[in-house]
């Protein structure tokens, strides 16, 4: 379904070139939930930015179900995006303008539903993740785990086919970041595909399959027996 | 050295009144090294921002080194900021427009040093974090993690005797994060106090006592015998 062959991802600021991703080939069946690890800086951002046609490759090829998305029009990603991905930001993007209900809502704003059920699935969403005495503020107004959480909400609120998670947990308690993924783990029993940034090896064991990179390169896979 | 007595701080918004703290009473001596636990909501940051002298109360009151706080002229409160206290905030506060080695030695401008050895400080402590390849950058140009890393640099390489830590590990590996609590574990025996957010019941072991809040109340305090 996602298939990434010899992906390469250089920046360029300046007269410095940071090599992120090196020669990423990676395989993801429709359903799996997968989990990526290593350290910090190791290019685990910028491969879901890939994966999330977020960020285009240096080179190598991404197939986006089958079509190769090199070259695509930032027009046709978009719409690629908007009706296949939910993506859960690591440093949230929420709008500071917007409530949080408001801030949720937008990410319903595309499918085909009246403002009633639209109301119905941002109230229903801020209740699982404990934040609806939170609708009417504006994310300033929040606390850090408060944001990831309405960042979680806004990614998740249309049961998006794919959801990227980059650190979904990092701000939260061990009961909330539970609560998140149990969550996840019934969209993916449901049907979703999930590829999850996290350094908790105790959330990462809620996946199928952990991928550990290491300085732009995918050092180990493993299967994990218990999920 | 830190006295809070039955501090309460209320946010208003619109209509809305949230008591993020009530009745917190709290000593904390010199050279004390203290873990701040609780969930996502229940008052962490907003106890910080007390302590470090960042936001008011609504009652209550803090005894800063035996003097009263309260009434105190903002530039008094800055003054007293900047000779004492090194705040690594929970989302990191970097500036833009500044590259990595700049918003470091910002931190640095109010005490007596040459520029040379502003700047060997600050080569110093982001070796120590393991960021000197990225002095030169801006911070959008950093991974969440060496973001992190570099508000972490900036609060301490004035070796300041108080550190407020807002969750300071939620976005780096265990091997970043445990480098991290070593180096406040150091700079603790050389004799800072240090109260610090955590959600990680590990990095919270590395302090003497820890503080449990819940729903803007202290509920437990507990010694740690290990530290
Ligand atoms: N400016 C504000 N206006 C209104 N309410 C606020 C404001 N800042 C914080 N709050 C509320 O005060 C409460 C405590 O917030 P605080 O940021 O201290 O929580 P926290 O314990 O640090 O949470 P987290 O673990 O998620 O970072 C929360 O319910 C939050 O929504
Ligand atoms: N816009 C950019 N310009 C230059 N270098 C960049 C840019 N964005 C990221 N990098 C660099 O690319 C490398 C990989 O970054 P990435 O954000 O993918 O790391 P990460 O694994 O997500 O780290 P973390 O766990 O800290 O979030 C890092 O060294 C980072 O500094
Ligand atoms: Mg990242
Ligand atoms: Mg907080």
Do not use: W
Not at 4 to 11: A, F, N, P, R, V
Not at 40 to 59: E, H, P, Q, R, V
Not at 108 to 136: C, N, P, Q, W
Not at 150 to 164: C, E, G, H, N
Request: proline letters at 2%; one cysteine or more.
């Amino acid at each position: 379904m996602l298939r990434l062959e010899e992906i390469t991802k250089i920046y360029h600021s300046g007269e410095v070139e940071t090599t992120a991703l090196e020669g990423i080939t990676l395989n993801i069946d429709r359903g799996e939930f997968i989990a990526v690890m290593g350290p910090s800086g190791c290019g685990k951002s910028t491969l879901l930015n890939i994966i999330g046609l977020l960020d285009s490759t240096t080179s190598g090829s991404y197939y986006f179900n089958g079509s190769n998305v090199a070259g695509a029009s930032e027009a046709k990603l978009a719409n690629i995006r908007k009706e296949n991905i939910g993506f859960i930001f690591q440093s949230f993007n929420l709008i500071h303008e917007l409530t949080v209900a408001e801030n949720v809502e937008i990410a319903l704003l595309y499918h085909k539903m009246s403002a009633k059920e639209r109301r119905a699935r941002v109230h229903e969403v801020l209740e699982r993740m404990g934040i609806t005495h939170r609708a009417d503020h504006r994310p300033s107004q929040l606390s850090g785990g408060q944001q990831q959480r309405v960042a979680i909400a806004r990614a998740l609120v249309s049961q998006p086919k794919i959801i990227l998670a980059d650190e979904p947990t990092g701000n939260l308690d061990s009961i909330h970041g539970d609560e998140v993924m149990q969550m996840l783990t019934e969209l993916n029993h449901d049907g979703a595909t999930i590829i999850m940034v996290t350094h908790s090896t105790r959330h990462a064991s809620y996946a199928q399959r952990i991928v550990n990179l290491f300085d732009g390169h995918i050092v180990t896979e493993s299967t994990n027996r218990r999920a």
